[in-house]
């Protein structure tokens, strides 16, 4: 799976409606055209003049883990006055310079696709532009002058597109000219836009639109099931925080190829979720299902509870944000999974947590370097914190006698959010479980999640009276490769690797590993001394790692 957290943007709300042309902020023509074979996306804006004669337009160069996107700019030209553009990358800023009696301006310039190969998960943020469609992210297609402020007001005109052109993003469908008032700058910057042979399926949740865009044809799975799918989840997780006031939301998804295994990820924007999915047979809506249940969750659990410090409270934004993925799947049966999925999903967290190289580093250790560059640090406080929740979680329905559960504890941190502005930090956290626990509750989780050391899960899955082995299969790989990333080196003598033959200082050949996957064998093509060999085995290793057994007793207890 990939998936770049890195990126989200979470989903907030803003006004939007189709009007006349305002005199004032700035008013955007958008043409999608070929000129000399190359597909373009044409944008035409007018916007007051400085006074002192200078104009910075914000157009980041690098943005969300992609550089040089300078490089889509095909053409740019001051339309009503004569000057000079700058291209200054390295800030971000495209500088135009004119006369100071100049009171509005109107600027020009062109958008291309600048790679050739196909779509990819590494190259869905960059603008796609062909003759078929586009899909672009805001702030790599609209241009916004930097001393506008925070807040803009801004129309947008669709040319040259009949009603057979799909015309669809973050605030509306089909719309040919829209128009957001006081809107802010950064809700503006994280939209999507897309048009062309896009189709659009619509429904709606008390009233409330939703819609599902999407282009190509799917291999894995139609897309009306998709749709049946976001609307079980948006429904679920509204009624569950009790908050049905986003009237307009639009899920975008486009296909791109991919050979072997599945990938997926998704971008939480202004009214919007936008996914890329790989298009073939191993793809499944499962995969889906939990996208759209961990990700759109991220409305409430990181967009109204605010993080007071950021990574330094993921285990909570990431890791709850896990726990009622699994949850709120299996308790609404969506896509028919049930108490079977919540179990099996809480093992293999549990499974995940415990092989983690790091899994008992200090919450401290969980900073921006550490996230953002080194994956087991960056998975960390999913597992610890889903883990964490599922604990409380059953504590608290074990001590009230099934009166409350974590849900109760939930709900009130989102009545205090979203009216008194309060955010999440860990004298907040103890603050709030306390009187449900008791207690003892501080030292619990100064121990788990500052310290990070590992729960005792076999005495709490006695405690709870809950049917459990002791010991489990876990994923264990078996080897390392060197620093060239062909030579085997590390090979682990008591691991099913070295059972099957491999052993240091192998070369690889060919190789197909599922990572994660213990029912995956990995089937390897090495070199010895001049021989070849092919080496197969399953990826896993005893471990004294207690996992759920999937017994009634436990679905009883778990509330299924």
């Known amino acids: 799976m990939i998936f770049k957290k890195g990126l989200l943007v979470f989903i907030s709300s803003v006004v939007f409606y189709a009007c006349e042309t305002k005199d004032s902020g700035i008013q955007y023509e958008i043409s999608h055209l070929l000129k000399d074979s190359i597909p373009l996306v044409k944008i035409n804006m007018r916007f007051p003049a400085d006074a002192n004669g200078m104009t910075i337009l914000e157009f980041p160069n690098d943005a969300w883990g992609q550089n040089e996107l300078h490089n889509s700019l095909y053409a740019m030209q001051m339309v009503n006055f004569e000057g000079t553009i700058q291209k200054n990358s390295d800030s971000g800023w495209i500088v135009l310079k004119y006369p100071k009696k100049i009171k509005e301006l109107e600027f020009e310039y062109q958008l291309k696709q600048d790679f050739e190969d196909d779509v990819s998960s590494r190259k869905i943020y960059r603008p796609i532009i062909t003759p078929e469609y586009f899909h672009i992210f805001s702030h790599n297609m609209f241009m916004v002058p930097k001393n506008m402020g925070p807040e803009l007001s801004i129309t947008l005109n669709w040319l040259d597109m009949d009603n057979r052109y799909t015309i669809h993003n973050s605030f509306g469908s089909q719309e040919r000219q829209q128009h957001m008032e006081k809107i802010k700058k950064e809700e503006f910057g994280s939209a999507i836009f897309v048009g062309g042979d896009f189709r659009v399926l619509r429904d709606s949740i008390k009233g409330n639109t939703i819609s599902l865009a999407t282009r190509g044809d799917w291999v894995p799975f139609q897309e009306e099931a998709v749709l049946v799918v976001l609307k079980q989840t948006l429904t679920c997780q509204r009624n569950f925080w009790n908050d049905h006031t986003q009237e307009y939301f639009t899920v975008i998804m486009q296909p791109f190829p991919q050979n072997d295994g599945s990938s997926f990820q998704g971008t939480g924007l202004t009214n919007s979720f936008a996914t890329s999915v ?259 085995y399953f990826p896993t290793k005893k471990a004294r790692v207690p996992q759920l057994q999937l017994t009634q007793n436990n679905l009883k207890l778990f509330g299924f």
Request: hydrophobic fraction near 35%.
């Open 278 to 536: 790989s298009n073939n047979r191993f793809t499944s809506m499962d995969q889906i299902v939990y996208l759209f249940n961990h990700e759109l969750m991220h409305n409430w659990i990181g967009h109204t509870i605010k993080n007071d410090n950021e990574e330094e409270q993921y285990w909570f934004s990431e890791g709850f944000t896990e726990y009622y993925t699994f949850k709120n799947i299996s308790r609404n049966n969506i896509n028919g999974l049930d108490g079977n999925f919540y179990i099996n999903e809480i093992n293999r967290t549990i499974r995940e947590l415990f092989s983690s190289p790091v899994v008992e580093v200090p919450n401290s250790e969980i900073n921006y370097d550490n996230f953002w560059t080194n994956f087991d640090y960056s998975k960390l406080p999913y597992y610890r914190g889903a883990i964490f929740a599922f604990c409380l979680d059953q504590k608290i329905k074990q001590r009230s006698e099934g009166q409350v559960s974590l849900d109760t504890v939930m709900q009130k941190i989102f009545s205090d959010a979203s009216r008194l502005g309060q955010k999440m930090n860990h004298g907040y956290f103890v603050q709030q479980i306390t009187p449900y626990w008791g207690r003892g509750f501080e030292d619990f989780f100064e121990k788990h999640i500052i310290e990070g050391k590992k729960i005792n899960l076999a005495k709490l899955f006695d405690e709870l009276e809950l049917d459990y082995v002791p010991e489990s299969n876990m994923y264990h790989l078996g080897f390392q490769f060197a620093e060239d990333k062909k030579t085997i080196v590390n090979v682990d003598s008591e691991g099913n690797a070295w059972k099957a033959g491999l052993r240091n200082g192998d070369e690889m050949v060919s190789q197909s590993i599922w990572y994660g996957q213990m029912d995956h064998k990995v089937n390897l093509g090495i070199t010895r001394k001049g021989t070849f060999l092919k080496i197969e």
